[in-house]
């Protein structure tokens, strides 16, 4: 095992790992969970191409400055996706395929809880940050047996923020609040 120990106001602390390389447990980065020491691997091009802030507890991947427990940055105008998923198994029944999960494990206190939502948002002609649209799971009726959810697509209209544009659930479909049932 080595261990590499930081240094504070001149003298070594041994009593907290850096970075340790064990072979029975690998290599351990920040053991101690020191909230000043944190991680940064640098890239060709991006000196923060992974930034782990120790102090908030979050991950940066082409930022230094994290925002969120996960925050992923570009700077770069193309094509290219930057967040890929991908399974490359062939599926051999139709119920098995690549998935995103957003998952409450929460015990919902009432109905129409929010279970997770996609925001599009962007910067207006002003220069603010603005959210011009969402896609939203909700929990209609969480009674076990009887639980039913609702997908939203809301978008801004006209400078009003979330106007829902489709709501589908409880077996209604409602586009424009004209309601169709299904």
């Known amino acids: 095992t080595i261990f590499f120990v930081p240094s504070r106001n001149g003298s070594v602390d041994v009593n907290n790992n850096l970075l340790k390389l064990s072979g029975g447990v690998g290599v351990i980065i920040n053991e101690n969970g020191i909230s000043e020491f944190d991680v940064r691997m640098e890239s060709d091009t991006n000196e923060n191409m992974f930034f782990l802030d120790a ?40 119920d098995y395929a690549t998935s995103l999960v957003f998952e409450s494990t929460g015990t919902p206190t009432v109905n129409a809880s929010l279970l997770g939502r996609i925001d ?63």
């Not at 009726?141 to 979330?162: N, Q």
Request: glycine share 12%; aromatic share 2%.
């Open 120 to 182: 599009f948002n962007g910067l207006d002609s002003g220069g603010a940050s603005h959210n011009y649209a969402r896609i939203a799971a909700v929990m209609a009726d969480k009674g076990a047996g009887s639980e039913d959810g609702i997908l939203k697509i809301e978008c801004t209209d006209g400078g009003t923020d979330f106007v829902e544009h489709l709501n589908m659930g409880n077996g209604t479909v409602t586009v424009n609040d004209d309601q169709t049932n299904v």
């Open 55 to 94: 102090g908030e507890d979050r991950i940066g991947i082409a930022t230094n400055t994290p925002e969120t427990l996960l925050h992923l940055e570009t700077t770069t105008i193309s094509s290219d996706s930057i967040l890929k998923i991908k399974n490359t198994a062939v599926p051999d029944t139709t």
